[in-house]
Structure formats: structure tokens, C-alpha cells
């Protein structure tokens, strides 16, 4: 089993919509948590970060639920710009460095 | 400002052949690492290097090697290049102790024949 799942698509969804990522991770030992975007052809740059409580920026909102080992990003309203591979991100204190799922391709259509 | 430096951007070997690919931040940062990425497969970790003078293996090390060579460069090395080695790959840094956010070079297109 990967340590980080995710669901790779594609969504194609129109502009607009509102589109939820979940995310699985099978280390329950793991400490922080992100989401990141990558471009076609792109480095992957920060997204957000995931907090136990929740959080949201702008159209953007990540949640943690510890109990399940789950991550989901929530965008709504959707736009062309949106269009990207977005990673679930997990760190694991003991490692030091981050695992990233294999992405979630999102394509907005006009 | 520089960020992450990555180099060469693209390069085709001869299976057999060596090459290092190189990486220089310029923001402080104590914690380097380098990934490859490959169709369906994700990013995944090949070697790191907490801080200068130490380094750790990642999830895939076997074939690489790599030198921190100061604070501000981590090399990897490709000793004798596989087809298995074609890969984008990518050099990224983070700040010890900070919010774990990764700066990532722009990657290196590696292409084995």
C-alpha cells in the first residue's frame, strides 16, 4: 500500500464548480500535512497547509480528520487557472522529509 | 532572487555514462533533497540531507549518490546511467524547524538511451 492515495483522475469540471480531493495516508504516526500544486511541466510549489482544525484560503479549504487518516481540498468556484495536478503532501517527523501522493489532475473547462 | 538552482535542465546519456546533476539555494536553508518524478508514479524521494555534513537515504537511493558539499549545494550523482534512470528530476530545500514548505528547483529532464 502507498503511504500517500490519491485518486488521480482526471476531474474535468466546468468553470464554476466546486471540486473536493480526498486524500489517504497510512502512517498515523505522520505530523504535518500540505497540499501542493504542479503545472504541466512545473516544479510543485506550495499550496496550503493542512490544519487539525481546518482551514481555508480564499476559495481553498483543507481538512485533516486524523481518526480516518484523511486529507480533502475543497475549491470552489472554479477557474480556468485552476487547471493543474494538485499532490496531498504528508511529513513524518521521524524522517524528516515529505511523501507526496502521485496527484489529482484537475482540468476547468470554459 | 534565485531560490533553487538546478543544472543541467535537460540532458541525454548513453546507458553507461555518468553524470551529476547540480543544486545551489540561496535562502539559508539547512535541509536539501532530491526527487524524481515519473508519469503515475508521483514525486518520490532519492536521497536528502538534513543539514551540512549529513546525508540519508530516501525511498528509491539505489543507482544515485550525492554530496552535500556546504550549506549551499547538494549534488547527485549518477554513476553508471540505466534506461530505468530517465526521470525528471527535482532539488528541493526547506528551513530546519519552519513551516516545512518546499522550495523546488524547476527540474532536471534526464533522458537514458
Known amino acids: 500500500r502507498k503511504e500517500v492515495e490519491q485518486d488521480p483522475g482526471p476531474f474535468n469540471v466546468p468553470e464554476g464548480a466546486t471540486v473536493a480531493f480526498n486524500c489517504t495516508y497510512s502512517n498515523s504516526a505522520s505530523q504535518s500535512f500540505f497540499w501542493y500544486r504542479q503545472d504541466c511541466r512545473k516544479e510543485p510549489k506550495l499550496l496550503m497547509s493542512v490544519y487539525s482544525s481546518g482551514n481555508e484560503d480564499g476559495r481553498f479549504t483543507a481538512q485533516l480528520n486524523r481518526a480516518s487518516q484523511y486529507i480533502s481540498l475543497l475549491i470552489r468556484d472554479s477557474k480556468l487557472s485552476d487547471s493543474a495536478t494538485y499532490l496531498c503532501v504528508v511529513m513524518d517527523t521521524g524522517r524528516r522529509a515529505l511523501t507526496f501522493g502521485s496527484g489529482t489532475r484537475l482540468q476547468v473547462q470554459p | 532572487n534565485a531560490g533553487v538552482t538546478q543544472t543541467p535542465k535537460f540532458q541525454v546519456l548513453k546507458t553507461g555514462q555518468s553524470m551529476t546533476l547540480q543544486c545551489a539555494q540561496d535562502?539559508?536553508?539547512?535541509?536539501m533533497y532530491w526527487y524524481r518524478q515519473d508519469p503515475g508514479m508521483g514525486l518520490r524521494l532519492i536521497y536528502y540531507s538534513a543539514s551540512e555534513g549529513t546525508t540519508d537515504k530516501g525511498e528509491v537511493p539505489n543507482g544515485y549518490n550525492v554530496s552535500r558539499l556546504n550549506k549551499r549545494e547538494f549534488s547527485l550523482r549518477l554513476e553508471s546511467a540505466a534506461p530505468s534512470q530517465t526521470s525528471v528530476y527535482f532539488c528541493?530545500?526547506?528551513?530546519?524547524?519552519?513551516?516545512?514548505?518546499?522550495?523546488f528547483g524547476e527540474g532536471s529532464r534526464l533522458t537514458v538511451l
Open positions: 528541493a530545500s526547506t528551513l530546519a524547524g519552519g513551516t516545512g514548505e518546499l522550495f
Open positions: 535562502m539559508n536553508h539547512n535541509s
